[in-house]
């Protein structure tokens, strides 16, 4: 049966002259409809559970701060705020982007500073690529970018479990305007990614590096790494304050051909997102949050069941804002008050695979001040504070 192809131009799709009844080799309107070819997640910026604004960022190391799934890195490279936009392309479908604001310039960067925004992604969502292997796969990045500052910028991404790196860089044109990018990488035969829950591949955008990233040549195929040849040609974002660089529409995909942003619905983003870190808090104006668990004498409950909205990527760790120490829960029995608490711990229930379970942790309090009805069920109520779990890469 003869079917109709199309070719993408890199802005619409275009039909062929003549109708074709073997599709190999085509990249055909349908593959448009394909689900899950963006390795990135929340590559629209949509998501953004722990903040929408986080100011005076220079410690050294990773972060997650606002957009989840978008680690920063940073190493003497300035002081940054990073933000949610409400600003995007005109016409792109996109509606928020991620901001990079420098608020401490380093003009004069050390050989060892580096500042980078990435992306780890688990190995066992790279097996269709085929790495290390004779039928290994193109990868293709696409992206829009906005920034102040015109010039050379570096995509460098790092196979992690075998230290094999490529980059390919990119030019920001002109100052303030957004741009499109497509950057499409070479196919690697040697070294296979793990297929396993930790990161395997890491998607690096450069804004800032010294010379232990720069002196050498750019490596723009796979190979062994090599500091030098990572970033040569960058330019340094943390020349002034008030630079910016923003992002937003990153899709990676297998094939040599970037295809229409895969949008997906806002709940889908968000579960795909609560697979590394995940909130139990009240919402903004509506009733408190609330557990129950069974009284341990008068001061300790235990056995606060919660369930996480969906498999987490390994055993989360679990934090409080605010801390224990300033953690108010209200005992919910007549004439309780709020009562701060000295210790929250939890035991991570894993289900494993089977649908019918969920995965949950158990959560303990101690602490409280003799208002609880020991050997019988008691719950508490929060209003602005928020309990956090945890399982990023």
Known sequence: MAKQAYVYSGTDW?????????LSGYQTKASNQFPNRNLVINGAMQIAQRATSVASISSTGGSYNTADRQQMYIDTAGTWT????????????????????????????????????????????????KKGTAAAEQLTLSFWVKSNVTGTYIVSPYDNDNSRVVSKSY???????????????????TGAF?????????VRFMLAAGTTYTSG????????????NVAPGQTNLASATNNYWQITGVQLEVGDTATPYEFKPIDEDLRQCQRYYTEFNPQPGADPA?????????????????ALPVTMRATPSMTTTPGAGAFSP???RSGSASTTITNINYTYIDAGMNPQNSHY?????????????????????????????????
């Open 82 to 129: 990073q933000s949610v936009e409400n600003d995007a392309p005109t016409g792109s479908g996109f509606r928020k982007s991620l901001k990079m604001l420098c608020t401490t310039a380093n003009a004069s960067l050390s050989a060892g500073s580096l500042l980078q925004v990435r992306q780890q992604i688990e190995g066992q969502n790279l097996q269709q690529i």
């Open 194 to 202: 793990d297929n396993d829950n930790n990161g395997s591949l890491f």
């Open 290 to 306: 609330i557990l129950f668990g069974w009284g341990n004498g008068s001061s300790d409950l235990q056995q606060m069941a919660y």
């Open 217 to 228: 040549t750019l490596q723009t195929t796979w190979a062994s790494d090599t500091a030098a």
């Open 14 to 22: 275009v039909p062929l002259a003549s109708e074709v009844t073997n």
């Open 330 to 332: 209200k005992v919910l």
């Open 361 to 393: 942790v158990s959560i303990n309090m101690n602490g409280f001040a003799s208002n609880l009805t020991s050997s019988q069920m008691n719950g508490i109520a929060f209003n602005s504070a928020t309990i956090n779990f945890s399982a990023e890469l």
């Open 171 to 189: 030019t920001i044109n002109a100052s303030g305007v957004w741009e499109y990018k497509t950057i499409t990488f070479p196919a690697d035969t």
